[in-house]
């Protein structure tokens, strides 16, 4: 008989995912999702929800046609660059419109291999469905340019983006003098990183739950045709323990 890993103590995984609901957080400017009924148990034979919306709709990956119009699309990545070994580095004590600068990431230099997930903890998921949470720490181009050259294949955040978040209607809040000009500074890092094609990770949760600097993740995509990214469902796997039956 198999044995798979799960509620019998073989594998630990810590749900990373923020719930999407009709009434759920989006950029600015971004499509709301609607989730309705299309076939219910009452008038049907069975339960089938309709679902339309974004592809950076919550917890969500970015492929690098996000940016680049020859950049790769969701469907056209191969699976192994979703699940990888990741170094979690955190600048939560950073204040809402602080930079992540090179000298953050340096500490972790040792234990960043080529090819490793680099992963920010924030701590603004505390704040996500409210307009705090468009107010957060963002990546530099600097730091950005640190981590193409130390090979990182994805980078990830509990915030809605690793670039500042731009709120036009937010102008009456003290918070938004903070931003920088949207013309003048763009979007460096999606730039840096798609460019150089590291994939991006945005709206994590529950990264405080991770006790370890190093383990594995998992940010596995719907497989979308010709998409610039996708809802995940994102998960770190703390433990996996081979089961006698499964070896050999």
């Keep these: 008989m198999p044995v798979y890993p799960g509620e019998d103590e073989k594998m630990e995984v810590i749900d990373l995912t923020h719930i999407i609901h009709n009434d759920i957080q989006v950029y600015p400017g971004d499509p709301r999702p609607s989730?309705?009924?299309?076939?219910?148990h009452e008038?049907?034979?069975?339960?089938?929800d309709l679902l339309r919306?974004?592809?950076?709709?919550?917890?969500?990956?970015?492929?690098?046609?996000h940016f680049l119009k020859g950049g790769q699309r969701i469907d056209e990545i191969p699976v192994q660059r979703f699940v990888g070994d990741g170094v979690l580095i955190d600048v939560s004590a950073k204040s809402d419109r602080d930079l992540i600068l090179p000298g953050d990431v340096e500490p972790y230099e040792d234990e960043i291999a080529q090819g490793d997930f680099v992963i920010f903890r924030t701590g603004r998921d505390k704040n996500f469905g409210t307009p705090k949470y468009y107010f957060h720490p963002y990546l530099s181009a600097e730091g950005a340019g640190l981590l193409v050259k130390?090979?990182?294949?994805?980078?990830g955040v509990d915030a809605l983006n690793v670039d500042p978040t731009y709120y036009g209607s937010m102008d009456s809040n003290p918070a938004a003098k903070d931003l920088p000009d949207e013309a003048e500074y763009g979007y460096p890092v999606h730039d840096i990183l798609l460019g150089n094609d590291i994939l991006i990770v945005e709206n994590l949760c529950n990264l405080d739950k991770i006790k370890?600097?190093?383990g594995v993740y998992s940010f596995l995509p719907l497989k979308l045709k010709d998409s610039d990214g996708s809802p995940i469902r994102a998960v770190f796997i703390t433990q996996f323990i081979s089961?006698?039956?499964?070896a050999g």
Aim: with cysteine; hydrophobic share 30%.
């Design 35 to 40: 989730i309705s009924r299309g076939l219910t």
């Design 43 to 48: 008038k049907d034979y069975c339960h089938v």
């Design 53 to 65: 919306l974004g592809s950076h709709t919550g917890t969500h990956i970015d492929a690098p046609y």
């Design 150 to 155: 130390m090979g990182v294949s994805l980078v």
């Design 212 to 214: 370890q600097v190093k």
């Design 243 to 246: 089961h006698p039956d499964l």
